[in-house]
Every structure is written in structure tokens, then in C-alpha cells.
């Protein structure tokens, strides 16, 4: 290869590495900032193909898409002293290029700087609130208050916050344990006391039940007593009206009774002479 050549191809590399360090593209989803010796000179928002001093200037890009910052959870202390593990997320856009990079130049600056900003917004406002508070009504309007303080805060190094949300508040683990023990021993007690109640009740109802019964009991023993009084009488006075009409029969009916309860047992053995007054109705029933 000829000097001559080289020279040439020299030349073309020369060219082609200064018109690389001279042209930069932005999209449609950026936006630059042309620096030279550190220092902004220029701001790009039109996208296409841009030209810049090769070596001198350089180009730092920004997104112009609306982005997302999701902190942690964080721990945050109500007006009435209770305690909540608040988690929140944030809409942003960069709107003023030349200010984010003279505040805090990257975006993972900006974006540590954002939590603080929404942090300390969530626990100023959240600090002069109550728990029934923040469960009420008042919710849209405290969402409201975080925001615009934020807002105010993330203006100052060029960041536009379109919305910040709290996606959920939930008690402290430790404090959830603590409140499902008492909970529990509330349960508990309530059981027991239901217990006792219910066991005392069926005590009452036992007892008037006892009550009851021997009140029944001691009624119905007095009416069969009444009964078998009444039937006694009747049954005596029935009795002397058979003996009084015919004391013949009556005899007779009496000795017949004697006989049976006698001789009931087979094992039973009398001695009794032939005159004896006890068989006088088995010789001749009708003698008087």
C-alpha cells in the first residue's frame, strides 16, 4: 500500500471519529443538555439528529416519560401515638433539564432525593393526624396535602410530581401480634364468661325443674292419697251395707277369704280338731 493511501485512510478515520464526537441523537422520549467544560450551554428538546463541537461539548440525556418511584415501606408515627408501615409510590416527570442537573445531575440522584422529599412529606402530614382520621373521609384530602408538599419540594431540582399515592397502611407486625394476643385473651374471657353464664342458667333451670317436679310429685301424691281415701270409705261403707243387708253371705265371703289367704302355700300344715269353728263352711256352706 502506497504512502499515499495511507494518508487517505488516516484522513477518513480522522474524519469519521470527529463527526462522531460531533453528532449526537435525541428521541422522542429524551431530552439533552449540551455541556461544555461542565457547564450547561445548550438545551435540546426537539428530537433528531444534533450537532455539537467534538472534544469540547458534551451531551447528557433525560428521559421526558413519566416515571415511577417506589420506595419502602417506611414506619410512621400518628398524632394519637400509633404506629403504621406506610407504603407510598410517585408519578414524576423531569420538566426543567438545566435544573435537575445543576441540583442533582443523574437521575438515581434525583430519585434518592425524591424519597426523601416524599418520606418526610408522608410523616409531616401523617404526624398531625389520628388513626380515625386517616380511616375517615379525610383520606382524599390528607392524599391531597401529601402531594402538594411534595409538589412544592420536587420543584426544586427540576422534577414535576404528577401523583403520589399511600398504596397501603398496615400496623406493625410486632404491634398486629400484640393486638391478635389481646384479641385472643379478649375471646378468651368473653368464652368463659359465657360459660359460667350459660352453666349458671342451666343450674336455675335445673333447680326450678327439681322444683316443679317435687311440687307435682307431692300434688299427685296427695290427690291418689285423697283417692284412695275416698275409695277406702266407699269401699267400707259398701261393705257394711252388704253385711248389714245379708251378715249370712257376709260371713260366708269373709271365711272364703280365710281359706284362700290360708292355703296359699302349699307348704302350710294344720292341725285342728273336726268341730273346729274354721271349717265349718267346707262341711255344709249354708249353716248358720
Known amino acids: 500500500m502506497s504512502k499515499a493511501k495511507i494518508y487517505l485512510l488516516s484522513i477518513a478515520a480522522v474524519v469519521v471519529f470527529v463527526l462522531a464526537n460531533s453528532l449526537y441523537v435525541v428521541s422522542q422520549a429524551e431530552q439533552a443538555i449540551v455541556l461544555q467544560f461542565g457547564e450547561p450551554v445548550r438545551l435540546v428538546k426537539e428530537p433528531g439528529l444534533k450537532a455539537k463541537v467534538p472534544f469540547i461539548q458534551k451531551v447528557v440525556l433525560y428521559d421526558t416519560r413519566l416515571l415511577n418511584l417506589d420506595p419502602p415501606a417506611q414506619e410512621v408515627v400518628l398524632n394519637d401515638k400509633k404506629r403504621l408501615d ?28 425524591l424519597k426523601e422529599i416524599v418520606n418526610s412529606s408522608v410523616r409531616k ?10 380511616l375517615s373521609k379525610q383520606r382524599t384530602q390528607i392524599m391531597a396535602d401529601i402531594s402538594s408538599a411534595v409538589k412544592a419540594d420536587a420543584e426544586q431540582i427540576g422534577v414535576s410530581v404528577a401523583d403520589v399515592r399511600i398504596r397501603r397502611a398496615d400496623l406493625p407486625i410486632e404491634v398486629l401480634q400484640a393486638i391478635n394476643a389481646r384479641m385472643k385473651t379478649e375471646r378468651e374471657r368473653d368464652a368463659k364468661e359465657f360459660r359460667a353464664e350459660g352453666q349458671q342458667q342451666a343450674q336455675q333451670i335445673r333447680a326450678k325443674a327439681d322444683k316443679e317436679r317435687t ?25 257394711n251395707k252388704a253385711a248389714g243387708r245379708d251378715s249370712r253371705f257376709y260371713a260366708f265371703y269373709r271365711s272364703l277369704e280365710a281359706y284362700r289367704k290360708a292355703l296359699a302355700n302349699k307348704d302350710t300344715s294344720f292341725v285342728v280338731g273336726p268341730d273346729s269353728e274354721f271349717f265349718k263352711y267346707l262341711k255344709n256352706p249354708l249353716r248358720p
Open 125 to 134: 402530614i401523617l404526624g398531625r393526624i389520628t388513626l380515625t382520621e386517616l
Open 86 to 113: 406506610v407504603d407510598s409510590f410517585t408519578r414524576y416527570r423531569i420538566v426543567d433539564p438545566l435544573k435537575f442537573y445543576q441540583t442533582v445531575r443523574t437521575e438515581y440522584q434525583a430519585e434518592s432525593k
Open 215 to 239: 311440687i307435682i310429685l307431692a300434688e299427685a301424691n296427695k290427690q291418689a292419697q285423697i283417692i284412695r281415701g275416698e275409695g277406702d270409705k266407699e269401699a267400707i261403707d259398701l261393705w
